[in-house]
């Protein structure tokens, strides 16, 4: 997606090898008009997909989910990191193994809001390593609800979770797929090249 | 706003006299088509204020608060309860305490996104205790920027925040004020009544 590709360029600092940090427009500030083009992007990729619920996790994947479920008129549930007030015992839950903060945290959608049949498209900031995408999709298949595809604003094409989860046929559409970070550039993958 | 009134009536569950729980909708799963219909009444209500940055907190308050940001044009910051990898040491800072979990928080924004001048509108899900409002009023006061409105969806009525905020001459634009929860009920405050 060339423009967000652009906003990459544009406003991206590249941290280190690894860390890429988008905190103008996408996990502090948020650009809505980026985040209206990127629903459209997702809802347009996904239109035959005949996705039922939108599902993301709190809180940088909400923006762009939120979008994406008002394009395709469905819902959005996010997955809470952390039990809320009002959430009961009625929960599906999975553990999630974060690399980079060297922590596992249990993530949970209350079960009245995924159902059998439900066909749920994933939504995120960032595919990193997967651990997040391997959860909801635990989350999904408790609920007897099909995964129709994966939608991920920014892939760092050079961490594993990108192979890992397509060797398991789950289709993911990345809007910009980072090849390297090394010497603070910011390389993309074309579109349409092997990993 | 009377169709945020049906649906609180349609779809809230008072848990007790004091907790209405709304995450059909609001704040777990998310109805975007409604949170577009929030975002432009919030946009309506301070076109005239001259809003140069919505401001939120995660995770609830970002969906409200960005289709506020998108119909007004404006950036969408929320801030972060928890430091995240990317956040460096350039953070304006706040305590908040929670009555309701009896714990208090330091609530971050990166100094990199409030500038002195900018017109600020507070977006949030529920209004209790204005212990939120009020945290991020001390950062935009850090920031010398100015605090133009604070636009909440679900006001508790019968709680102190909304008189605490309103007595110190902040303008409060609640879409729904509670007037109280007992007996199961959800009893509204009519607009243009006192509470």
């Not at 083009?37 to 939108?54: L, P």
């Not at 989910?65 to 599906?92: C, E, H, Q, W």
């Amino acid at each position: 997606m060339k423009q967000l590709q652009e906003k990459i360029m544009q406003d991206g600092k590249v941290l280190s090898d690894e860390v890429l940090k988008v905190d103008t427009f996408l996990n502090h500030q948020i650009d809505p008009e980026l985040m209206k083009a990127i629903g459209e992007e997702f809802a347009e990729r996904f239109k035959d997909s005949g996705v039922t619920k939108v599902l993301t996790i709190e809180s940088s994947g909400i923006a762009p989910a939120m979008m994406t479920g008002l394009m395709l008129a469905v819902p959005v549930i996010f997955a809470r990191k952390r039990k809320s007030l009002t959430m009961t015992d009625n929960l599906l839950t999975a553990s999630v193994h974060s690399y980079t903060k060297n922590e596992t945290n249990e993530i949970s959608v209350s079960k009245d809001f995924l159902e059998k049949g439900d066909k749920v498209l994933l939504i995120d900031d960032f595919l990193a390593n997967g651990q997040v995408v391997l959860g909801l999709q635990d989350i999904i298949e408790q609920a007897e609800a099909d995964l129709v595809g994966v939608g991920i604003v920014i892939e760092k094409g050079f961490q594993p979770g990108g192979t890992t989860i397509r060797e398991k046929s789950i289709r993911v559409e990345s809007l910009a797929i980072i090849e390297s970070l090394q010497n603070g550039q910011v390389k993309f993958k074309e579109e349409g090249t092997a990993l």
